[in-house]
Nanobody
């Protein structure tokens, strides 16, 4: 089993920055895609950013140019650097990890969530 620990959330003013971190540990086979999702009350979970094993990235249009996702395969960690934060970025952010067990089997893991609040 894989355990995910998230950190880095908090309260910031509009225009500020935060860095979220996700650390994976346990019985890891081979982590494929990793990503960050967010959810606000009454809304569907939204993909914020994803990153593949080799570093290819994809971002939601709403955060493109402001957020940067990265990973360290040696450390099994992932970060989300969030700059120029807006009130609409306020949400609970969740780390997602896909562990490739075999050619045809992937185990999906989720972090506990970390609150990001952007307010003046």
């Amino acid at each position: 089993q894989v355990q995910l620990v998230e950190s880095g959330g908090g309260l910031v003013q509009p225009g500020g920055s935060l860095r979220l971190s996700c650390a994976a540990s346990g019985t890891i086979f081979s982590i494929a895609d990793m990503g960050w999702y967010r959810r606000t009350p009454g809304e569907q979970r939204e993909l914020v950013a994803l990153i593949t094993r080799d570093g290819s990235t994809n971002y939601a249009d709403s955060v493109k140019g402001r957020f940067t996702i990265s990973r360290d395969n040696a450390k099994n960690t992932m970060t989300l650097q969030m700059n120029s934060l807006k009130p609409e970025d306020t949400a609970v952010y969740y780390c997602n990890v896909n562990d490739q067990i075999s050619v045809a089997r992937i185990r999906v893991y989720w972090g506990q969530g970390t609150q990001v609040t952007v307010s003046s």
